[in-house]
């Protein structure tokens, strides 16, 4: 039977439609009549929050036609890529998985999205998130949770949970969600994809809904390293909405994927491989590293003594962020307003309680509290000082002469629907190894390395700031190495 061709490698589709060997719209048509299939029934992955399937056969037509009138080359010629609800479209709601942005429509594209649709990708569809992609199971959106392709029964991690699972059921062979804390890595590990997160101010952030602005970074999902590579190619770049978007070319990642890892020097920190990790985790850690020494890289045990402080720094930081950026959900301009409050006061306080719901109301109380005059410095401004030290951790081991550091994704597989929601504690320990490369704006990716008992394991490399080359470089020579 022949393959799908929405399940091909991003190129081969691209090439295959560019050529006129297929259309866009039979690509797109696939994808969504298979899309329509399984978020329909019983037992659905719940993946989605909003899909529009007519636009995007009026958006896959309009390819075919600029590809009929001799327009050159696009790279990504009738992909079909699926969005995280917190990334601005115009012809979708943007929600972020929250009742108080109960079909919101943003007046704006994200820079992202319109770099997308200019590389002749086609957005099928928002996808399901845990609410201001604060959680990491995606249980807690205001739409339902999504579930695991693998075991319909645990989580696909989160918050970007719905863009993993779209790509690892087959769905799409790309999505785009965000990574504030992980947000993108523990997904792709938990559902078997690649996850690529850049280095802070590679991508612009201009048309995500902020939830920490000084951590937040558009990441993405694919299938193999080459095609989140792609990904990222095509939307990297400087922009000049976003302040914080460096003014720095966009690299071409492509060519960094034949590169192997002879003569690379890949560190391994013991604080990222602690007694309580999942020993079967472990195990397959190590048999990634022996792969890697055996294609010629050479392994080096490391220290990030600041390691132990990076939850609660970053529980710190965020929540401090997010209480600020979300004080403009008030009910007044636009989203969710409760009816009948008798008092400017009131809508504030009754839109809020309606419209958030319970980790999004902890978060902000925790921000509000860290903020707070005489806690200021004693929680703020400590966590900012130990971020710094968390991320000179980093730059000296990067000055030793390591290229890349390979650490476990996640503590352990995916775990059960409903398992850590009454313990915030243990769900927060879910991104204890990938915090740390928000705190210290460097790139991170993780990919698959092996199952336990049939659910898959990431591991995740990390490189030193704007290297996503060597870091794309090594993960595409594990990837090789895994396949043989």
């Known amino acids: 039977m022949p393959q799908p061709s929405h399940r091909m490698p991003l190129r081969r589709i691209a090439a295959e439609v560019g050529a006129g060997r297929r259309s866009a719209v039979s690509v797109i048509r696939e994808a969504c009549a298979e899309l329509i299939r399984s978020e329909n029934g019983p037992g659905a992955l719940n993946a989605f929050i909003t899909f529009n399937f007519e636009g995007a056969e009026a958006a896959a037509a309009a390819v075919d036609a600029s590809i009929a009138a001799g327009a050159g080359a696009l790279p990504l010629a009738g992909v079909p890529v699926a969005l995280k609800d917190n990334i ?8 972020c998985g929250s009742r108080i942005l109960a079909n919101y429509r943003s007046p704006f594209e994200a820079t992202v999205v319109r770099r997308l649709r200019a590389a002749g990708a086609v957005v099928v569809g928002k996808t399901n998130m845990d609410e201001f992609a604060m959680g990491s199971s995606t249980e807690n959106s205001a739409f339902g949770p999504t579930r695991n392709p693998h075991d319909r029964e645990r989580v696909p991690g989160g918050s970007s949970g719905g863009s993993a699972a779209a790509v690892a059921a087959g769905f799409v062979p790309a999505a785009l969600g965000s990574d504030t804390g992980g947000s993108v890595r523990q997904p792709a ?5 690649v996850g690529i997160k850049p280095t802070y101010g590679r991508v612009s952030r201009y048309g995500l809904v902020a939830f920490a602005s000084s951590l937040d970074q558009i990441g993405t999902f694919g299938r193999s390293v080459e095609d989140a590579a792609l990904l990222l190619e095509v939307i990297a770049g400087p922009d000049p909405f976003d302040s914080t978007s460096a003014p720095i070319e966009a690299p071409q990642l492509a060519e960094s994927l034949e590169g192997g890892v002879q003569g690379l020097v890949v560190g391994v920190p013991r604080e990222y491989f602690p007694p309580e990790l999942d020993e079967r985790v472990a195990r397959l850690c190590r048999d990634a590293l022996e792969r890697l020494r055996a294609a010629g890289a050479e392994i080096r045990d490391v220290s990030l003594p600041h390691t132990r402080y990076a939850i609660p720094t970053y529980y710190v930081i965020a929540p401090a962020e997010a209480s600020s950026n979300l004080a403009r959900y008030d009910g007044v301009r636009y989203g969710v307003r409760a009816l009948g409050a008798e008092s400017t006061t009131s809508v504030y306080e009754e839109t809020r309680q309606l419209g958030f719901g319970p980790e999004v109301k902890r978060r902000i109380m925790l921000g509000t509290y860290a903020l707070s005059a005489g806690y200021y410095d004693e929680y703020y401004g ?4 130990m971020r710094a030290r968390i991320a000179r951790d980093f730059t000296e081991v990067f000055a030793s002469g390591v290229d890349v550091i390979f650490t476990p994704t996640t503590p352990s597989p995916a775990f059960r629907l409903g398992e850590k929601v009454g313990d915030p504690y243990q769900m927060y320990l879910s991104d204890i190894f990938t915090v740390t490369a928000n705190l210290a704006g460097i790139p991170g990716l993780s990919l698959p ?6 659910l898959p394991v990431g591991g995740q490399f990390l490189a030193d700031r704007w290297d996503e080359a060597t870091m794309i470089r090594a993960a595409a020579a594990l990837e090789r190495a895994m396949g043989e």
């Not at 590990?189 to 994809?193: D, K, T």
């Open 88 to 95: 601005c479209t115009l012809d979708f709601p943007t929600t």
């Open 189 to 193: 590990a938990l559902c078997g994809v």
């Open 382 to 385: 400590t966590a900012l000082r």
């Open 449 to 454: 390395i092996g199952r336990v008992d049939g």
